[in-house]
């Protein structure tokens, strides 16, 4: 078939020259909060589970954005029945959103059918376009229903059996019970907001040109206002800005002197998340470019014409008349998950909390990923003694070095917070923590349980919540299709640390997050980067690079030449007005 | 700026090879009925009017379709101050709407701002998206009022005076009254139109999918029904086929033998309004393709899931369940327009009656052009008597061949019909119809009243309305704009025919349609062009033809490089199918 063909020839390229591929497959950042990728393929000798004609076990998959979608790509789906569910029938690279809003990238070049991407993993993978709105854990059931409200008929409900389930269904723009958002407000969650955001834009210029429009009322409704100074915020403003000067001051030119863009910040920066530098960066740019940042504004109501902000210095309500509010303050559970986590009794949490192998909880056979889930990292102190009696194998009462060489990797690769403090407080390994409790380090280092105890006292406050981002989405998802890929041969084979509280080692290592750093586009094609190990990149050329990787991480070479043709396009001919 | 300068390359180019332009700028058709484009240039020698800084005379245009923007981009602008209303702030290029359907262009690639092309203008042109809902001829004002449905306040209203009123609103999808048509079925006349069936198609494969789904409903929802075989429902067909087995059926296998595709056509055949080999042709490769088409059959009833029609052969009513209908069968007045014949006293009429210069009857400073207008032909019986008598200088109470020759040319140009009439008899000129009528031909031609009422008795025969279609529209609007471009000049020098009724000439030359063909795209590559001259094109070269004429009529580079890369787009990635 002809798309057949050409993909694989463009990936045969790809493949051919490796290093061009390691060369764009770098990292990246923003988007539905903050974002970034995964390599898709993070081991390298993946074996095929050859169970060939005995009973397949059947895997349901709940969701298709980042987490899910990179589960089904890495998955061999082969060993397994797999049933997808989505309300949507395609994945969205989401970092784009906000290029969508004002046209400089049209929403058809981000978004990939999924069945087009499950077809080529055989005929064992089925979708279905439908929301699923309850998960019966005791009957390891879910139950779904159409979420097509046409006139075709009645919604469609049905319900699937599950071996595993993987929920991956993300998250939801969070109002924080704001009174009005839902009503007023945009949203930048899905490709219909940025969509809606666009024609919303051209509306206003287009009202705002009427002859009966009163001065003020051209005020009013040409003042856009952006809450959350978080990634997607900020871009969305730069992204506005940009089409403001370059495209519509021309074609409007009796009000492109009303425009204002209003930035609020309930916190004392933008961009808190990035280096100083970067944020430093960002406020003096967005002041050059006349876009009002207000930070210690936190927003208390959004009514049909202004919004009320109490200002943190004078503890003040300020309203302010507003034609556009868009909502960016980050993200919240779904309703669904919320039910759900009050069934398996998680209530009081924002996300289905899991273990270090992204299992729910309780569940063997629930995998929880993405936005909707949350990693809850082990304390190394819980497990003190449990690691201390195991390392001390002849049950002296003290561990010598020997002794404890044999499990620190272990222990390293089950509490990363471990590594992670190692590497902050710039010590080699863990031996250098132990020898600086003990006070004479000259001595051979033994240790009893409570000095080991004091060593590592200080660990587990380097336990931080993985962030909310497709970066981390993405990888959670190749990491669990990998442990689907190998399931038999490492239930054979285990790979994973000693089960410091049971016997044997743990079947998978567990999942670790590795950060590749993260972009902020500030308009004016200029960008920041936070790159790995402190690098800090800001200006023209990280526009490029941002280009370069964004490229090359999209999801087909469809999208890839879609994307590319339309910065193409928008460099030459700017971008589009028309309201459709 | 570099937008000027790319598109100024870009003419240049056309301009040093005005036979590039030539090969190119040929005729074409389809779309909202059938349609079919004029070169933006009929006359070559225009001149600027330079009234200096005297009053301008305030012009009004009504819409921005084929006719509005036409007379726009030929329209010099400076002697006017132009005020364009219409609800839409784009202009579409209609005859790709099928294309939209399925995806094989993107709606936005054919779509381009009105203010773009006023820009170019320069400031005299205004534009405001409103609708005009209310034409008041006797104080010479419009009013209108914002088409904008948003919450960003009420709708605003405001009127406009003018000196001179262009009316170029378009039609509307006529329904006949039929019930229920309003309420189920999908028209295809605005590019909301085209969206929305795109998105309905893929929700009938993901609907179809579902596992609850009965065998019946899935018969049932996979029905598309097409009503009416002219242009527009052929092509729709045409283009659903392609997509559901080009596309779709790779990626909905389970669904894709329930597809069934029917066309339901009142008259005896399809495409009845092209030459009969186009018609064999088109209906055979339906057959072929699996397309159902249904000859005979006038819909009577559209309901939630079926649709009544009354089979002409038998007199029986048969209804056919359905999953979506597109009603195509041709246009009708709007309600403004309704309003506006009213008020003028020209009710029971489909359109506004102008005379041959386009003015609405008993105005002469309101125009009315493309489909919300039709153009009253004189009939040369009418006049007969005034055109003999001022023929016959001499008042000898016959006409010699010299006399007659005098105004020979001006009877032809005030009277198309008659040169109609001599080609369809393959008569030289008017001598030999006047020879005809006399019986010894040998005779020097002098003829009396009644033998030349009796030699042109039959001319009115060939009096056709124009059809309402964009080449027709288009035209209009490029030959008012240049009677409004030469206003002063032919005022001091007319151009047109003698007028027979009065003393003088006419002003300008009357409007006189050229036509140059129409394209009905069939599917598979395939196109059937029927030429001027009887000359009939089918096949895949026709295709070609249509994909360049096409691409050369687009209004702007922007949407020219748009749509050519959409084309090679679907050539090398298929359709897309994500439900956006």
Redesign the interface.
Known sequence: ???YS?YERASRVFNEYPSLSKLLVLFTASGGGIVAFSDAKPFQNVYANSQGNTQRKKVVVLGTGWAGISFLKSLKSSSYDVQVVSP???FAFTPLLPSVTCGTV???SI???V??IT?KKGSNIQ????ECYKIDAKNKKVYCR?S?D????GR???SFDYDYLVIAMGGRSNTFNTPGVVE?AHFLKE??DA?RIRQ?V???F??A?????SEE?KKR?LNFVVVGGGPTGVEFAAELHDFVHEDLS???PTVKDYVKITLLEAGDHILNMFDKRITDFAESKFQRDGIDVKTGSMVVKVS??EISTKERGTGKVVSIPY?MVLWSTGIGPRPEIVDFMKQIGQTNRRAIATDEWLRVEGFGNIYALGDCATVNQRKVMEDIAVIFSKADKEKSGTLDLKEFQEVVDDVIERYPQVEIYLKKKQMKNISALLMKSQENSQKPIVVDIETFKSALSEVDSQMKNLPATAQVAAQQGAYLANCFNRMEECENYPEGPLRFRGTGRHRFRPFRYKHFGQFAPLGGEQTAAQLPGDFVSIGYSTQWLWYSIYASKLVS??TR??VV?DWG?R????R?????
């Open positions: 078939m002809r798309v050409f949507r029938n395609y049209e929403a058809r978004v990939e059918p069945r087009k077809e979708f279905e376009e439908a159409s097509q046409t006139n075709l008929g469609e409900e049905f007023y490709v219909e969509q919303t051209v509306d206003i287009e009202r040109s009427l002859p009966s429009l009322e409704i021309r074609l409007y049909e014409k034609g070479w469809r030449v879609l043709s396009r460099f030459i001919f700017g589009d007005s028309s309201r459709i």
